[in-house]
């Protein structure tokens, strides 16, 4: 069984209830543990709760998150 654990998490509001929320989170087994950055799309009821649509993990090796951040500033 995994269990997972938010170690971190920024929301970037967009649109009229959007987010993306960046977040450095942990996936914990029997076997050991395993940090990743997820990133994670959805939207705000009208109470205001979260909910999530779309989830997407990266490894939180610092040359794959170094080529992300220079791909995505290249999109400026």
Do not use: H
Not at 11 to 25: A, L, M, Q, R, T
Request: charged fraction near 35%.
């Amino acid at each position: 069984m995994v269990e997972f654990e938010t170690l971190e998490s920024f929301d970037v509001k967009f649109g009229n209830n959007n987010f993306i929320e960046v977040g450095k989170k942990k996936a914990v087994t029997d076997e050991g543990e395993n940090e990743f950055i997820s990133l994670s799309r959805g939207f705000f009821t009208p109470d205001g709760q979260k909910r999530y649509k779309k989830n997407f993990a990266i490894p939180t090796d610092p040359e794959v998150l170094k080529q992300i951040i220079e791909a995505l500033q290249k999109l400026e």
